[in-house]
């Protein structure tokens, strides 16, 4: 049974930094490109960073470069290291997995692909 499982979501004031985690299971978690996407109120699901196979590649959309980092490890964990939050970071955060490479466009990355996905985790940024 394939399983992704954010954790590490909460309430923090801007400028705070906040860690998210992703335990994937039931599938070869080294075959796929792990990503985090975010949907705020109101709003359409959006990407924010994916790394790839290897780890060797990240992506990151323009809205969160050099605040957040992505990461993964041998085990089936990925991370979301967000540094420096903003109150518009503020939405539940996805944990994805895809096995294609993303294509950039205006800013962001998009896939053509459904791929598998999480049950989000709840990040609030006060102002």
């Known amino acids: 049974q394939v399983q992704l499982v954010e954790s590490g979501g909460g309430l923090v004031q801007a400028g705070d930094s906040l860690r998210l985690s992703c335990v994937a299971s039931?599938?070869?978690?080294?075959?796929?490109?792990m990503d985090w996407f975010r949907q705020a109120p109101g709003k359409e699901r959006e990407f924010v960073a994916g790394?790839?196979?290897?780890?060797?590649?990240s992506y990151y959309s323009d809205s969160v470069k050099g605040r957040f980092t992505v990461s993964r490890d041998i085990a089936g964990q990925t991370y979301l290291q967000m540094n420096n939050l903003k109150p518009e970071d503020t939405a539940v955060y996805f944990c994805?997995?895809?096995?294609?490479?993303?294509?950039?466009?205006?800013?962001?990355?998009?896939?053509?692909?459904?791929?598998?996905w999480g049950q989000g985790t709840q990040v609030t940024v006060s102002s």
């Open positions: 790394i790839s196979w290897s780890g060797g590649k």
């Open positions: 994805a997995a895809h096995w294609e490479v993303p294509t950039y466009r205006s800013g962001t990355y998009y896939y053509t692909s459904e791929g598998l």
């Open positions: 039931g599938f070869t978690f080294s075959r796929y490109i």
